[in-house]
């Protein structure tokens, strides 16, 4: 406590770095599930949009839908995105349209499919919306299938996605442990000291096991309160704090 | 120089001794790789004795030191602590502070709540000290701002305030004038006759030890070729 009151900066950056380093590595499958779901978002699933007029109950059959197991997920979309969707459908459907049809009041929806949803499926979910909604007040895209569509700069990106958290991880354990040694350091030169001009034996040894041993009781409750958590991770990172914490005794000492 | 005509039997060593040793050195020898540090060394250190150790750079003082305090395991031979419990500080001869800390800090690291019966008696004595040493009033100025004088003064005073029952000193006043350095070796005297404090003083200024009391070693290549008393020097 004495180190951390004197190198504030270095103590509370320690500190704050450590939190992180348990952040991180609980935060694993958060990660992956983002990009993967991110990615898979753009580049995996099969969607359609729809837009219907306003006066339609559109919330209805946005919940009828979501019911469907075939429907992964539905997203609303916001005034721009209809206007361009709109102008798009259009001119690949080779329709000339007055500017006041542009101008309808309409609400607008992404329709994801599921996952492995059959051709088939797809056009019987559309044909399902074809009959909830007035066919005047409606219009459909047409079902894009991503994973024909895919570029190949998004699947370079795809693979690229996997190699983002061991980044991170990377950088915060490098950082983390500048931090820690330089920390070690200071520790084991009051505790040399210490051990100088006061009757005490092994204090920098003491110092670290009760490190050591915080670490490992907050690990234990931390990981006990989340399910999903890659014990690969959690062995790896245990490991790396132990020999952290016992390498380099003798070199840190002043009689080095 | 000292003759060599009048090296003495290492058996002699003992010259001067006050009764009941704390520590002996049995045939103690140094190696460090391809170089004798230490050679067949034998002596004692009484019990409140004061003990000067002399030699020119490299004659073994800082080896001895170190073998005395436990700090370095001797290559051969055998050193015996005769009284387990006996605390021994250190004054080293590159001082070891922490360079970020205060003085007043630096001193603090020699609190031991086992020795002092709160921190205001070790404040207290602190001061005492301090006001001795005439630095009581630079206590707040950080080590790395302090001159040398007060970096030794400060390195002096934690050993002393660990209230030990040897010190170990090397080269303690190499940055302090002769009036200072007598200060120090007043404030030792005082608290070796007071409390029976055992002092083991290296140096290699004669001149210096000259002006103290207490008994003399010297050593040269390793090898202990003097015991007198330091006024006979």
Not at chain 1, 47 to 65: A, P, Q
Not at chain 2, 46 to 53: K, P, R, Y
Not at chain 2, 128 to 142: G, H, P, V, Y
Request: aromatic share 10%; net charge positive; charged share 20%.
């Amino acid at each position: 406590m004495r180190a951390i009151r004197e190198h504030p900066l270095k103590g509370l950056s320690f500190i704050f770095l450590c939190g992180l380093f348990i952040l991180v590595l609980l935060a694993q499958n958060i990660v992956n599930d983002f990009l993967q779901s991110k990615i898979a978002n753009k580049n995996q699933y099969s969607y359609f949009y729809v837009l219907m007029s306003s006066n339609e109950n559109h919330e209805d059959v946005v919940r009828k839908l979501r019911d469907l197991e075939e429907v992964k997920q539905i997203e609303t979309l916001n005034q721009e995105v209809i206007a361009k969707e709109v102008k798009k459908i259009l001119s690949e459907l080779d329709v000339n349209v007055l500017s006041p049809v542009l101008d309808m009041d309409y609400v607008g929806f992404k329709i994801i499919f599921a996952l492995k949803t059959s051709i088939r499926s797809q056009q019987l979910v559309r044909e399902y919306v074809e009959r909830l909604v007035d066919k005047k007040n409606l219009i459909l895209g047409d079902i894009k299938d991503n994973i024909s569509d895919r570029k190949a700069s998004e699947d370079f990106l795809f693979r690229k996605s996997h190699f983002v958290y061991p980044f991170i991880l990377l950088s915060v354990i490098s950082l983390w442990l500048i931090f820690f040694i330089s920390v070690k350091r200071t520790l084991a030169k009051i505790a040399y000291l210490v051990e100088q001009y006061q009757r005490r034996r092994q204090v920098l040894l003491k110092t670290l096991l009760i490190g050591v041993g915080s670490w490992l009781v907050f690990f234990i409750i931390v990981f006990s309160f989340i399910p999903q958590v890659n014990h690969l991770n959690i062995i790896g990172a245990a490991l790396l704090v132990l020999i952290t914490f016992i390498g380099g005794f003798k070199k840190d000492m002043w009689e080095s | 120089m000292f003759d060599q005509s009048k090296t003495i039997n290492q058996k002699n060593a003992h010259y001067g001794l006050k009764s009941g040793k704390i520590l002996t050195l049995d045939n103690v020898g140094v190696n460090f790789k391809n170089f004798n540090a230490l050679s067949t060394i034998q002596m004692e250190i009484g019990q409140g004795e004061i003990l000067f150790i002399t030699g020119a750079s490299g004659a073994g003082k800082t080896t001895l030191l170190r073998v005395l305090s436990g700090q370095l395991q001797p290559t051969k031979g055998r050193v015996q602590l005769l009284r387990p419990n006996a605390h021994m500080a250190l004054v080293f001869q590159d001082l070891r502070l922490i360079e970020n800390y205060s003085c007043e800090m630096n001193l603090m690291m020699a609190y031991d709540n086992s020795i002092y019966k709160n921190k205001n008696e070790f404040v207290y004595e602190m001061v005492e000290f301090a006001n001795i040493l005439k630095i009581r009033n630079r206590l707040n100025l950080k080590i790395k701002d302090a001159n040398g004088g007060l970096k030794q003064k400060i390195a002096i005073l934690r050993a002393l305030l660990s209230r030990p029952d040897v010190i170990f000193l090397d080269e303690p006043t190499s940055s302090l004038d002769q009036e200072n350095a007598l200060k120090i070796f007043e404030l030792l005297n005082f608290l070796n006759v007071k409390k029976g404090l055992t002092v083991v003083w290296a140096s290699h200024d004669r001149d210096l030890i000259r002006s103290f009391s207490g008994r003399i070693i010297h050593l040269d290549g390793g090898r202990l070729i003097h015991a007198g008393h330091a006024c006979f020097i």
